[in-house]
């Protein structure tokens, strides 16, 4: 199953903004077993946006994942330009109106209609939760087409992903196993092991790691790892699993980490 990355945004045109989310997405994208084969950058303009979502739907690419332009500035877009895309009408959605009207509220700040243009979306389109900021995603299917429209701030992103995109897609793409393995370690910092970790994820094609750090990065630096593999089968998975682990493993003990 063919997947393209759409970012969208003049700041990653222009050099101002590092295209992180790209990246991110491709590893994520290619661990569910997705083929990703283009990664296309667009500015915040309308009809730009609307020719990129409706070649790869022309195309039959089978899943479209785009960052960017979901806020409630006027030069956000995203929605108004995949209503165009798709040939819909461009409507407040109920749904996302209540998990805007949630957000808000929780703020103490006022719904005001900018903030409510964070609502509105392609018909027959789904709202995506944010578990972050304000805005939710969207979720529409087109032809053998799904496309997933999220926002553009890194953490906003890998949350609504983790969190509510990435289980979906392991129900209707395809079909392989998954494996996980944690450990802890104490006494490396977060950027000393960054390295280590990166090249950890190149030793396999569908291998992803995470850190979540749980102490200071000064003083007693602790951190959480977590290796995740997939592959054709249950077996594959975790012998993948179990190779970077030990490498990761191994490396961060050199470092003068404590493993656990």
């Given at each position: 199953?063919?997947?393209?990355?759409?970012?969208?945004?003049?700041?990653?045109?222009?050099?101002?903004?590092?295209?992180?989310?790209?990246?991110?997405?491709?590893?994520?994208?290619?661990?569910?077993?997705?083929?990703?084969?283009?990664?296309?950058?667009?500015?915040?303009?309308?009809?730009?946006?609307?020719?990129?979502?409706?070649?790869?739907?022309?195309?039959?690419?089978?899943?479209?994942?785009?960052?960017?332009?979901?806020?409630?500035?006027?030069?956000?877009?995203t929605s108004e330009s995949l209503a165009k895309a798709l040939?819909?009408?461009?409507?407040?959605?109920?749904?996302?109106?209540?998990?805007?009207?949630?957000?808000?509220?929780?703020?103490?700040?006022?719904?005001?209609?900018?903030?409510?243009?964070?609502?509105?979306?392609?018909?027959?389109?789904?709202?995506?939760?944010?578990?972050?900021?304000?805005?939710?995603?969207?979720?529409?299917?087109?032809?053998?087409s799904i496309i997933i429209a999220m926002p553009g701030?890194?953490?906003?992103?890998?949350?609504?992903?983790?969190?509510?995109?990435?289980?979906?897609?392991?129900?209707?793409?395809?079909?392989?196993?998954?494996?996980?393995?944690?450990?802890?370690?104490?006494?490396?910092?977060?950027?000393?092991?960054?390295?280590?970790?990166?090249?950890?994820?190149?030793?396999?094609?569908?291998?992803?790691?995470?850190?979540?750090?749980?102490?200071?990065?000064?003083?007693?630096?602790?951190?959480?790892?977590?290796?995740?593999?997939?592959?054709?089968?249950?077996?594959?998975?975790?012998?993948?699993?179990?190779?970077?682990?030990?490498?990761?493993?191994?490396?961060?003990?050199?470092?003068?980490?404590?493993?656990?």
């Amino acid at each position: 199953m063919r997947a393209w990355i759409l970012s969208i945004g003049n700041e990653l045109l222009i050099g101002r903004t590092v295209n992180t989310n790209a990246a991110w997405l491709a590893r994520k994208l290619t661990l569910l077993g997705y083929d990703v084969r283009r990664e296309v950058t667009v500015p915040d303009e309308e009809d730009e946006e609307a020719e990129a979502f409706r070649d790869a739907v022309r195309r039959g690419v089978e899943l479209v994942v785009s960052t960017g332009g979901l806020g409630p500035t006027f030069d956000d877009k995203t929605s108004e330009s995949l209503a165009k895309a798709l040939g819909r009408q461009y409507d407040l959605n109920d749904a996302a109106l209540e998990l805007v009207k949630r957000r808000f509220a929780a703020a103490g700040l006022e719904l005001t209609q900018p903030r409510l243009k964070q609502a509105m979306m392609p018909r027959g389109a789904e709202p995506i939760p944010n578990p972050v900021g304000t805005a939710p995603g969207i979720w529409v299917r087109e032809g053998s087409s799904i496309i997933i429209a999220m926002p553009g701030v890194p953490a906003e992103m890998q949350g609504m992903f983790e969190q509510y995109v990435e289980p979906r897609l392991r129900e209707v793409g395809p079909r392989l196993s998954f494996a996980e393995e944690s450990f802890t370690v104490r006494g490396v910092p977060e950027a000393d092991a960054a390295p280590i970790i990166e090249r950890g994820m190149r030793m396999g094609r569908r291998v992803y790691v995470k850190s979540h750090p749980k102490g200071h990065e000064v003083g007693a630096p602790y951190l959480e790892i977590h290796v995740y593999a997939s592959a054709e089968s249950e077996g594959e998975a975790r012998e993948e699993v179990a190779r970077v682990a030990g490498y990761l493993r191994e490396e961060l003990r050199k470092a003068g980490g404590e493993v656990e």
